[in-house]
T-cell receptor
Framework: GQQVMQIPQYQHVQEGEDFTTYCNSS?????IQWYKQRPGGHPVFLIQ?????EVKKQKRLTFQFGEAKKNSSLHITATQTTDVGTYFC??????????FGTGTRLQVFP | DTGVSQDPRHKITKRGQNVTFRCDPI?????LYWYRQTLGQGPEFLTY????????KSRLLSDRFSAERPKGSFSTLEIQRTEQGDSAMYLC???????????????FGPGTRLTVL
């Protein structure tokens, strides 16, 4: 079946360090979405990428969609303690449902 | 309207009992999704509705699970004869319309945490 994998599974960083999570799909995606889930919370939409090679920025967050539309990355510059949570990518495969990745749990130490 | 709401937030039940969860989407949203999330995993798609029509069901959704959205507004998810493996967070999400080339942005509710003893 369709799978979306993320690496790493966990990442612990010192506040101020950068962080990157990578997302890989077994099939070509029509789009990729990124969500953040705080501990005990629910997924919150961050961004959607649709075009091959697309790069979008939100303040310290940079999102990239691969040329083949099978992979994506999220990079956070100079992490803060408020960045703590699990980051999920979710792939749209030309349908209305999303296939969520396995998630990367980010812990930031002050 | 401040977002998607779900009720109850927590449910503890004994194995074999039936449970029903409710989701109220954002009022103008015509699409409603149900997901299941277990600890340490991403949400898994269960089913979705466009207005009152149930358009897709995952193979994860056994015959014990049924979802309805009778008037195209709120939705219910019922689990019959619950099993311990049903213990999970059940998330509801809603969306408005498809973007060209994309998938709707989905707004999630707080979830219902089910524990089957």
């Amino acid at each position: 079946g369709q799978q979306v994998m993320q690496i790493p599974q966990y990442q612990h960083v010192q506040e101020g360090e950068d962080f990157t999570t990578y997302c890989n799909s077994s099939t070509t995606l029509s789009n990729i979405q990124w969500y953040k889930q705080r501990p005990g919370g629910h997924p919150v939409f961050l961004i959607q990428l649709v075009k091959s090679g697309e790069v979008k920025k939100q303040k310290r967050l940079t999102f990239q969609f691969g040329e083949a539309k099978k992979n994506s990355s999220l990079h956070i510059t100079a992490t803060q303690t408020t960045d703590v949570g699990t980051y999920f990518c979710a792939g749209g495969i030309y349908t209305d449902k999303l296939i969520f990745g396995t998630g990367t749990r980010l812990q930031v130490f002050p | 309207d401040t977002g998607v709401s779900q009720d109850p937030r927590h449910k503890i039940t004994k194995r074999g009992q039936n449970v029903t969860f409710r989701c109220d989407p954002i009022s103008e949203h015509n699409r409603l999704y149900w997901y299941r999330q277990t600890l340490g995993q991403g949400p898994e798609f269960l089913t979705y509705f466009q207005n009152e029509a149930q358009l897709e069901k995952s193979r994860l959704l056994s015959d014990r699970f049924s979802a309805e959205r009778p008037k195209g507004s709120f939705s219910t998810l019922e689990i019959q004869r619950t099993e311990q493996g049903d213990s999970a967070m059940y998330l509801c999400a809603s969306s408005l319309e498809r973007l060209a080339g994309g998938t709707d942005t989905q707004y999630f509710g707080p979830g219902t945490r089910l524990t089957v003893l």
